[in-house]
């Protein structure tokens, strides 16, 4: 499956000096290791397993599984009767065994230039510890869940580490999602706390979070679900000015708000004092789970995916490694948000396990201006960078002057994640970002996936521009016809797993029957990514894109049914269809059709109002790109609309294949004379 040898020609290499020093040096190697780690994963992960603190060890297999709905339910274990705390790995094993207590664990810079922390593995300890106590005090108990709404601050890592230091299971929110989705999720989970923070700025716009928050809590209430606990940390508030771990806040809030309800509202200050800076930690069995993490689902309904402990400790710490080629004196930066899946492995729970030292950054690529990146990369001497190809082609419009304004000497390995790349930014990555001297790791994953799963080693992987390459260890990769048959050799179809690696999620919280439905009932006997990919004659794998109903916007997953539901929900609009059109910055745009109500003209106005209601239903991710007015949707006899034929429309393409099965032909005419925006 992987070639012998890697190709010769159209690929980039590493550098010789990246090979001298790479955990995996070459091709070779990285072939055996992978047959290694698929034919016998006993040895393989149990040999890393081996530098990780177990209470007490494992028994019986080390990966335990069924991937065959056919044959009964679907469950994956790894490591069963090893008990283990994650937090205790990434810190307190730091800081005792490997004496890393004076390492910086964080350099958070802040949304503006100037505001800038420093947090070693003792601090970070510490406090991690400290609030632990606070939580244990609240009542919070192993296995409860709490719901975490924060900017990127460190007290966001604190917060989810303490809740893993007491065998609670974090459930965090993108502080982008608006109070209904919030809502949506601390209800799904049963979170008995709430921890957010008052407010922040991202660029020069605040974002009162306390305030969503609160919205959140009430519609929980109305909703039967009332929330009894909210601690929250005054990030801008002029509390925090007095509080020795927060910057200065160098600007006046005056347009700050911060609701407070006695009843429930619960001050991070104020609870901090006298707490103490031990905790002893709460030992988890392996297969306890660690944190939830929503992502859309194709229904509309955000699923909870579940991780659990040592099998995502043990894969996202190797990921990070052998992906990152981590090496102990590096500075590693990845841009994501903690609110994604990114942020969880490749900001926290990878790089700490490692030791390493990172960047944790607040702001903005575009805040003061578009050379932000690359000063913080001189400033912290940034070796690893790994962020999102949407952010590369953003910057990329403004030329390679701000980008060349900074030396960037420091960079080594350069990483991208969230969607394809396409090959023209990944050649601006290469050239101009990187000066031609760094490998650039497009990784593939998913939150489900829990790490990386299909990507290149910086000094072992040939790169071509736009493809993942190959599997990581321990990944059985597949593609798959629509019959479910395996292709062999070169071929494009459905991207398929065909056994589990230790970091793969384990079931959607509280709906188990949906976790089997979506990802293996498909395909019997394979884990389906809902990702297209095709083989390419030297074995090398290219991501197609989604092939079901969920569109990829700045590299976050949204599903079509989630922005429609919210449409409809307008009074004006009787039926919505959404689909992707190609965006040259976000990859797709969201291109939505709307039936209106009888009697409703469709205006400005009520365009204006559309946007606001699914901005406020969702976040500001899912605001729509196009709404067009659709007195017609193109449906077949039996009533299914046909989205085919709407991103044929949205992209003015009047190829439109066969429309045989189309009920009424007439629509389709005037749904392109009404087409919004230019042609693509
Ligand atoms: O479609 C794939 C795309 O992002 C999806 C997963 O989204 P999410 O769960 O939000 O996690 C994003 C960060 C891991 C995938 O199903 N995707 C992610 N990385 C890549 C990608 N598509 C192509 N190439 C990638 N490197």
């Not at 930014?425 to 101009?432: F, G, H, I, K």
């Not at 990944?475 to 048959?485: K, R, Y």
Request: glycine share 8%.
């Amino acid at each position: 499956m992987i070639p012998d040898k890697a190709p010769k020609e159209n690929v980039y290499h590493g550098s010789e000096e990246l090979k001298k020093e790479a955990h995996i040096p070459t091709f070779e190697k990285y072939k055996e290791l992978y047959l290694k780690s698929v034919d016998s994963p006993e040895e393989f992960w149990g040999d890393i397993a081996k530098d990780f603190f177990w209470k007490t060890k494992h028994s019986g297999q080390f990966l335990d599984y069924n991937f065959d709905v056919t044959k009964g339910q679907i469950f994956i274990k790894c490591m069963e009767g090893a008990t283990t705390n994650i937090c205790y790995n990434l810190l307190d094993r730091n800081v005792h065994e490997r004496k890393l207590g004076d390492k910086v664990a964080f350099y958070w810079e802040g949304n503006e230039p100037g505001d800038e922390l420093t947090v070693t593995y003792r601090e970070l300890l510490q406090r991690v510890c400290q609030f632990a106590n606070v939580l244990k005090s609240q009542g919070v108990k192993k296995g409860d869940r709490v719901s975490i709404y924060m900017p990127m601050v460190v007290e966001l890592v604190v917060a989810m580490l303490a809740c893993v230091r007491i065998g609670a299971v974090h459930s965090i929110v993108f502080a982008g999602f608006s109070a209904e989705s919030l809502c949506e999720r601390i209800m799904d989970s049963q979170c008995s706390l709430l921890i957010t923070a008052d407010g922040f700025y991202r660029g020069d716009k605040l974002i009162n979070l306390k305030v969503l928050a609160d919205e959140a809590m009430q519609k929980c209430k109305d909703k039967g679900f009332p929330m009894e606990k909210c601690i929250m940390l005054k990030h801008l508030s002029k509390e925090a000015e007095e509080s020795p771990q927060s910057p200065p806040a160098k600007r006046a809030c005056p347009d700050l708000q911060v609701p407070w309800n006695p009843e429930v509202d619960l001050c991070w200050h104020t609870l901090l004092r006298g707490s103490s800076v031990e905790c002893e930690p709460e030992w988890c069995e392996s297969e306890d789970p660690l944190f939830i993490l929503y992502t859309s689902g194709s229904t509309g309904k955000p699923k909870g995916v579940l991780h659990t402990v040592s099998g995502y400790m043990l894969y996202t710490a190797t990921t990070f490694k052998l992906v990152f080629d981590h090496q102990p004196d590096d500075i590693y930066w990845c841009t994501a948000d903690i609110g994604w899946i990114t942020g969880h492995s490749y900001i926290t729970y990878g790089p700490l396990a490692n030791g390493a030292t990172s960047v944790l950054f607040e702001g903005l690529p575009t805040y003061p201006d578009v050379s932000r990146m690359w000063e913080i990369v001189d400033k912290y001497h940034v070796t690893k960078f790994y962020t999102a190809p949407t952010a590369i082609r953003m910057l990329m419009k403004f030329g390679s002057e701000p980008v060349q304004k900074y030396k960037r000497e420091s960079l080594k390995v350069l990483g991208t994640v969230g969607e394809p790349i396409n090959p023209e930014a990944w050649q601006w990555y290469y050239n101009v970002v990187g000066e031609k001297r760094c490998p650039i790791v497009d990784t593939f994953w998913q939150t489900e996936t829990g790490g990386h799963v299909m990507t290149p080693l910086p000094a072992a992987t040939p790169m071509k521009p736009g493809s993942a390459t190959f599997p990581f260890f321990g990944v059985v990769p597949a593609i798959l016809n629509e019959s479910g048959e395996e292709l062999e050799g070169p071929g494009e179809g459905y991207l398929v797993f065909k056994q589990p690696w230790p970091g793969v999620m384990r079931t959607v919280f509280g709906n188990h029957q949906r976790f089997e439905t979506v990802y293996f009932k498909k395909f019997p006997g394979y884990y389906v990514t809902g990702d297209g990919c095709r083989r390419d004659k030297d074995g090398y794998y290219w991501i197609t894109g989604r092939i079901d109903d969920m569109l990829n916007v700045s590299g976050h997953l949204l599903s079509t049914a989630e922005v429609e539901s919210a449409l409809v929900e307008h009074e004006a609009v009787a039926e919505a269809a959404v689909v992707g059109r190609p965006h040259p910055v976000k990859g797709e745009s969201l291109y939505c059709f709307v039936t209106l109500t009888d009697g409703v003209t469709y205006n400005r106005t009520l365009e204006a109002e559309l946007k606001k209601q699914v901005r406020e239903k969702i976040g500001a991710i899912a605001t729509p790109d196009y709404i067009q007015d659709a007195p017609g949707l193109p449906k077949t006899r039996s009533g299914k609309i046909m989205r085919r034929l709407l991103r044929k429309i949205a992209c003015n393409e009047r190829d439109l294949g066969d429309v045989s099965t189309l009920a009424d032909s007439t629509v389709i005419e005037q749904l392109f004379q009404n087409r919004c925006g230019a042609a693509v």
